[in-house]
């Protein structure tokens, strides 16, 4: 014979009384106290599962959070080497207007330190020029040395450009980053150019150390 609707519904109410019979006679819990119990389990279930749900969009925003701060320091590199091909051109035009200056040689025009989102990490820029009218190109040596205190010493690091050689006919914008040890404070920049040719005179900038805001 097949059961009828009302028979499965007569078998739930059954095994609902046992099971809150059981709960009582177990635990000595009233029917009343069982479903409380019961609402409170279902309770914390669904605060558990929005706890899941809220953890699982903060990691979301921390992996955006960090590849929006990498594209930041993109942007930032991309802005400063905007800023210097702007730079190079208004020294080039300089250059055309102003031929008396010819005589001034090989100098440092522009010393610039952008800090990076990275710690100890620091953007560098140097503009070097050189005023001569005969429209050769120029080489040599760079050397670089930043002074500053190292947990409470005195401290001399030797920094880089890249190969350490410029080269350039009127102008060259030096571009890159530092990295400095922990706990380093840098306070001055001393910047040398030595020229490949014994014509052209070797020149030594100094520049206390500076950080500028973009």
Same mark, same amino acid.
């Given at each position: 014979?097949?059961?009828?609707?009302?028979?499965?519904?007569?078998?739930?109410?059954?095994?609902?009384?046992?099971?809150?019979?059981?709960?009582?006679?177990?635990?000595?819990?009233?029917?009343?106290?069982?479903?409380?119990?019961?609402?409170?389990?279902?309770?914390?279930?669904?605060?558990?599962?929005?706890?899941?749900?809220?953890?699982?969009?903060?990691?979301?925003?921390?992996?955006?959070?960090?590849?929006?701060?990498?594209?930041?320091?993109?942007?930032?590199?991309?802005?400063?080497?905007?800023?210097?091909?702007?730079?190079? !051109?208004?020294? =080039?035009?300089?250059?055309?207007?102003? @031929? *008396?200056?010819? %005589?001034?040689?090989?100098?440092?025009? $522009? &010393?610039?330190?952008?800090?990076?989102?990275?710690?100890?990490?620091?953007?560098?820029?140097?503009?070097?020029?050189?005023?001569?009218?005969?429209?050769?190109?120029?080489?040599?040596?760079?050397?670089?040395?930043?002074?500053?205190?190292?947990?409470?010493?005195?401290?001399?690091?030797?920094?880089?450009?890249?190969?350490?050689?410029?080269?350039?006919?009127?102008?060259?914008?030096?571009?890159?980053?530092?990295?400095?040890?922990?706990?380093? !404070?840098?306070? =001055?920049?001393?910047?040398?150019?030595? @020229? *490949?040719?014994? %014509?052209?005179?070797?020149?030594?900038? $100094? &520049?206390?150390?500076?950080?500028?805001?973009?």
């Amino acid at each position: 014979m097949r059961f009828r609707a009302w028979h499965y519904l007569v078998l739930m109410m059954g095994a609902f009384y046992l099971g809150a019979r059981f709960a009582e006679v177990r635990y000595g819990l009233s029917p009343v106290e069982v479903r409380s119990l019961r609402q409170t389990v279902r309770l914390y279930e669904q605060r558990y599962t929005q706890l899941v749900h809220d953890f699982h969009i903060l990691q979301h925003d921390r992996d955006v959070a960090q590849a929006v701060s990498v594209r930041l320091q993109e942007q930032n590199k991309e802005l400063l080497d905007s800023q210097s091909s702007l730079e190079q !051109q208004i020294a =080039l035009y300089k250059r055309i207007l102003t @031929p *008396s200056q010819s %005589a001034l040689g090989l100098s440092v025009d $522009q &010393f610039v330190v952008h800090a990076s989102t990275q710690p100890s990490r620091y953007a560098y820029r140097i503009l070097l020029t050189w005023g001569q009218s005969a429209g050769r190109s120029l080489t040599g040596r760079v050397s670089i040395v930043v002074q500053g205190v190292l947990h409470g010493q005195k401290a001399v690091l030797q920094m880089h450009t890249g190969n350490d050689v410029f080269r350039l006919q009127y102008f060259q914008s030096i571009v890159g980053e530092w990295q400095f040890p922990d706990g380093f !404070q840098p306070q =001055l920049v001393e910047l040398r150019f030595v @020229p *490949s040719s014994r %014509a052209v005179a070797a020149i030594s900038r $100094q &520049f206390k150390w500076e950080v500028s805001q973009l």
